[in-house]
């Protein structure tokens, strides 16, 4: 159980364009997803938190506006990467908890972004 | 001060050899506590969870003392497939904190 779907798993994309992610919960609810940025031989970096029908908790220094995280349902988030640059290339990583258990998190595979 | 430090590693040990990885937290409102595994280029998969009176599953003891806020994972009689990054998690309601992760290495 607690299986997390991300996709895509790779994407590459031109600079100035626009790339969603989706994570989805698929065998339980998740009424909280995070997102998650690491970059190379480095930790995971807290991102934002997502809650389903509300607006996203953003960490210092992450731009809301050109990260755009949308949680409409308990079982999808999605993560927009707008506008981007070469900089922004990194690989990107959801995870999700069920609700009221304590098991730690469950990731999704990651999507691993490169903008050329 | 980062809020989860790690041993900055890497680690690179004979199979066989037992070896320990230490972790600090400095938010003592954290709630619980986490040993994640993540190999190159995929996703943290969780290896086991920490508790106050230290458990151990197999080849691998985790011990939390939290008045020092402190917590450590112990692995002996290393494979080579324990060869990954170890990445130490401490959690608040709905706040997950990794530390930096430390590299282990096992070699025939």
């Known amino acids: 159980g607690a299986v997390v779907s991300q996709h895509p798993s790779w994407v590459i994309c031109k600079s100035g364009t626009s790339v969603k992610i989706e994570c989805r919960s698929l065998d339980f609810q998740a009424t909280t997803m995070f997102w998650y940025r690491q970059f190379p031989k480095q930790s995971l970096m807290l991102m934002a938190t997502?809650?389903?029908?509300?607006?996203?908790?953003?960490e210092q220094g992450v731009e809301k506006d050109k990260f755009l995280i949308n949680h409409a349902s308990l079982t999808l988030s999605t993560l927009t990467v707008t506008s981007a640059h070469p900089e922004d290339s990194s690989f990107y990583i959801c995870s999700a908890s069920r609700q009221g258990i304590d098991y730690g998190y469950t990731f999704g595979s990651g999507t691993r972004l490169t903008v050329v | 001060r980062k809020e989860v430090e790690q041993d900055p590693g890497p680690f690179n040990v004979p199979e066989g050899a037992t070896v320990a990885f230490n972790c600090t937290y400095s938010?003592?409102?954290?709630?619980?506590f986490f040993w994640y595994r993540q190999d190159c280029r995929k996703e943290p998969k969780l290896l086991m969870s920490v508790y106050s009176s230290g458990n151990e599953d197999g080849r691998f003891t985790a011990q939390l003392n939290r008045a020092s806020q402190y917590i450590s994972l112990l692995i002996r009689d290393s494979k080579l497939s324990d060869s990954a990054t170890y990445l130490c998690v401490v959690n608040r309601v709905n706040d997950m904190r990794f530390g930096a992760g430390t590299r282990l290495t096992v070699k025939p």
């Open positions: 997502s809650n389903e029908g509300s607006k996203a908790t953003y």
């Open positions: 938010n003592s409102a954290s709630q619980s």
